[in-house]
């Protein structure tokens, strides 16, 4: 994996977020995407808000982390990535973490922050994004993210999805959303979800 640079550090010290490109070594990309389809088809399972208060309104898919995805997350590689970025020595939350899938016209996640004590930190591991061909990204493939609690504060990233980019989010204290899914687009990711390292 790529090595945290001062780059990335001062991108999540101004913003809460940092962006990386072409993160991943390219057997470990290939190995999380094709375990992300092998999960996407044996069982899947649809996240779709009913409404009730302090639900989160989503519409999407999730799948279950593999022996590839657990192995990512739990690297000294991946830890060492995340200390360096965001300062903290952290761990992966392993009932927070999964598969998701935007790939059904319309799928979106409403405006939220992580849960603090399962969610400090998110990683998002873009594995397989699409759009037609010749058409800029729509809405759908962008994640919002905003300086506090609400979208009533500064918007400080519009993060378009990339296949092999790696966003790190202080998704439990910065509200960030994704907007409806447009025909022919679709994103395959890994939510990887952190906690600060030895807390109980």
Not at 10 to 39: C, H, K, S
Request: aromatic share 8%.
């Amino acid at each position: 994996m790529i090595a945290a640079g001062t780059d990335f550090a001062q991108q999540f010290a101004a913003r809460g977020v940092a962006v990386i490109d072409a993160a991943l070594p390219t057997p470990l990309w290939e190995a999380l995407r094709a375990e992300a389809g092998a999960e996407r088809q044996a069982k899947a399972w649809s996240l779709k808000s009913s409404g009730n208060p302090g639900e989160i309104n989503q519409e999407n898919l999730r799948g279950h982390l593999g022996p590839v995805a657990r192995a990512y997350l739990s690297s000294a590689d991946t830890a060492g990535l995340l200390l360096g970025v965001t300062g903290r020595p952290l761990e992966p939350s392993w009932s927070a973490s999964c598969y998701t899938y935007y790939d059904i016209p319309g799928s979106y996640m409403g405006e939220h922050c992580d849960k603090f004590d399962a969610c400090r930190i998110a990683l998002l591991t873009y594995l397989d994004v699409r759009r037609p061909e010749g058409q800029p990204p729509g809405p759908g493939l962008q994640l919002h993210v905003f300086r506090g609690d609400n979208s009533g504060t500064e918007l400080v990233a519009r993060i378009t999805a990339r296949s092999n980019r790696v966003v790190i989010l202080n998704g439990g204290e910065q509200a960030h959303f994704r907007p409806p899914l447009g025909q022919g687009e679709s994103v395959v990711m890994l939510a990887g979800c952190f906690r600060v390292a030895g807390a109980a």
